[in-house]
């Protein structure tokens, strides 16, 4: 068996080949990651880029969905830009409605073509936490002890008085029941159309609304987001005023609600999160933007949940119709 020595050029110029080799099938496909920020607090938006640079032609690429952001990042809309035509790109538009630094974690790209499959990872990220609170003013006041009133005795007297009073007057003047008494009438309480609801809500909050003059735009927006939360509540008995945004609108999905309703609901939460939890300050515009918004929710839902008000209201009478008619008769 002949051992070949190679001359140290001839080995350099192997091993410069060799690892050409490997980076281009290594390399052939890359995934970078951008962040426009560093930092971030309570209700702020930020951007997220994924840059495809590809070897070839690929029939499909998927991107991460919603599902691999954590559960404190709500996602607003995403734009996706072919570069050239081995380059792509993916901006993701998200807001945060967290209070520690938030990390997003190594997310999966898939590039499917008809020989095989690759999958290749992003970058983990992590994004430190602005505190609103300001610097050093972390210590706690102590608690001040609980002061003691003396019980008073006399509401006993007067109770006293008065229990007395009652007795006397009773065994003096009482009466003696009515041998026939009439049974009480039951009063049915008509169908309660959760869109008529609604509509009054809306046109109380415009008609006593002095916004312009208060400039409290947190019960302002408190108002319209209780009476989409009401709406959800008494049609599709969804617990929509215990709820987070976030979780109302995981119930909207759930239940299938239709489309625009759903987007309007969120467009209105997520502006009404921003007055009252991340003390953003709109304009007055934009408090009657939002106000047209659920004007806007509630001429869809005329058209969308008119059949199932419809079955609620028959469902509604053949329960308590009956009580009456029969009442009636015994009368």
Do not use: C
Not at 26 to 40: A, F, G, K, P
Not at 101 to 110: A, F, H, K, Y
Not at 258 to 273: C, G, N, Q, W
Request: net charge negative; hydrophobic share 40%; charged share 25%.
């Amino acid at each position: 068996m002949k051992i070949i020595l190679l001359k140290p050029g001839a080995l350099q110029s192997l091993t410069v080949l060799i690892l050409l080799f490997f980076s281009v099938n290594i390399y052939s496909q890359t995934v970078r990651t951008n962040i426009d920020t560093d930092s971030i607090s309570i209700g702020d938006t930020f951007r997220y880029s994924l840059i495809i640079q590809q070897d070839q032609e690929y029939q499909r690429i998927e991107f991460p969905d919603t599902a691999s952001f954590p559960p404190s990042v709500e996602l607003i809309g995403r734009q996706q830009f072919k570069l050239s035509e081995f380059s792509d790109s993916l901006i993701y538009n998200l807001q945060y409605f967290g209070n520690k630094d938030l990390s997003l974690p190594e997310m999966p790209v898939t590039f499917y073509s008809e020989e095989d499959t690759i999958q290749l990872r992003t970058d983990p990220v992590l994004l430190f936490f602005k505190s609103v609170v300001a610097e050093g003013d972390t210590t706690l006041k102590p608690m001040k002890p609980n002061f003691t009133f003396q019980r008073p005795w006399w509401p006993w007297i007067l109770a006293g008085s008065l229990l007395a009073a009652f007795l006397i007057w009773w065994y003096k003047f009482r009466k003696e029941p009515e041998e026939s008494e009439s049974k009480p009438q039951i009063e049915i309480q008509p169908f309660n159309n959760p869109i008529k609801e609604l509509e009054k809500n809306l046109l109380s909050i415009k008609r006593e609304s002095d916004i312009a003059e208060t400039k409290n735009f947190k019960l302002f927006y408190s108002e319209i987001g209780d009476a989409i939360r009401t709406y959800f509540e008494e049609l599709y008995k969804i617990p929509a005023l215990e709820s987070t945004s976030t979780e109302l609108l995981r119930y909207l999905d759930a239940y299938g609600v239709d489309d625009t309703m759903t987007e309007k609901t969120r467009v209105i939460l997520r502006k009404a999160d921003l007055v009252k939890f991340a003390k953003f300050t709109p304009t007055l515009e934009d408090a009657w933007e939002t106000f047209d918004h659920a004007i806007e929710f509630m001429e869809r839902a005329k058209l969308a949940d008119s059949a199932r008000i419809s079955r609620l209201k028959v469902k509604y009478e053949a329960q308590f119709k009956p009580k009456a008619s029969e009442q009636k008769k015994e009368n």
